[in-house]
T-cell receptor, first 115, second 114 residues
Framework: EAGVAQSPRYKIIEKRQSVAFWCNPI?????LYWYQQILGQGPKLLIQ????????DSQLPKDRFSAERLKGVDSTLKIQPAKLEDSAVYLC?????????????FGPGTRLTVL | AQKITQTQPGMFVQEKEAVTLDCTYD???????LFWYKQPSSGEMIFLIY??????QNATEGRYSLNFQKARKSANLVISASQLGDSAMYFC???????????FGAGTTVTVRA
């Protein structure tokens, strides 16, 4: 079974530029998550999708971050414009559904550096 | 809202010895799940073990076991017979039945010495 795929693995941009990350979840997983992990901290949920609908985006900085999952499969996360404090690893995860006991499977992450 | 506390920022353990990683939590949800993840330097989060709040027995997965004490709200991870490949960051996480968000602790870095 293929795991969660993410691209790119690394990205370096200057502040005020825009950037987009892509995620393809495990086949059949209805729930998709985007996390931000700042160096030395645990991941923080940015947004959660159930199929192509948003379940929770309460911690997404909506003035600069956006995400979509149009066909209920793969997803993109965009930052526009980027700030220095956005430097982090962006992790995508998926699970069968939203049930609390279902484990989340994580992708390798995208390491973003904003200069 | 859930809160996860991992008080050990870093630990050293000798190869082949056991190590215990502490995790305490706080929640008002009646049912919840506790997870441990391993994050090596490559960055990927690897699921290790799961404990449900109503599970009667402590979870075990190979060399990983979870010491679950519900009254104390603790879910400590025990890694037995440590290997050099166990060197990584370990995160405790929790998800409640009323809050679908997976909340993570700050993590504990484990370094296994030969």
């Amino acid at each position: 079974e293929a795991g969660v795929a993410q691209s790119p693995r690394y990205k370096i941009i200057e502040k005020r530029q825009s950037v987009a990350f892509w995620c393809n979840p495990i086949s059949g997983h209805a729930t998709l998550y985007w996390y931000q992990q700042i160096l030395g901290q645990g991941p923080k949920l940015l947004i959660q999708f159930q199929n192509n609908g948003v379940v929770d985006d309460s911690q997404l900085p909506k003035d600069r971050f956006s995400a979509e999952r149009l066909k209920g499969v793969d997803s993109t996360l965009k930052i526009q414009p980027a700030k220095l404090e956005d430097s982090a690893v962006y992790l995508c995860a998926s699970s069968l559904d939203r049930t609390f006991y279902n484990e989340q499977f994580f992708g390798p992450g995208t390491r973003l550096t904003v200069l | 809202a859930q809160k996860i506390t991992q008080t050990q920022p870093g630990m050293f353990v000798q190869e082949k010895e056991a190590v215990t990683l502490d995790c305490t939590y706080d929640t008002s949800d009646p049912s919840y799940g506790l997870f441990w993840y391993k994050q090596p330097s490559s960055g990927e989060m690897i699921f290790l073990i799961y404990q449900g709040s109503y599970d009667q027995q402590n979870a075990t997965e190979g060399r990983y076991s979870l010491n679950f004490q519900k009254a104390r709200k603790s879910a400590n991870l025990v890694i037995s017979a440590s290997q050099l490949g166990d060197s990584a960051m370990y995160f405790c996480a929790m998800r409640g039945s009323n809050d679908y968000k997976l909340s993570f602790g700050a993590g504990t870095t484990v370094t296994v010495r030969a």
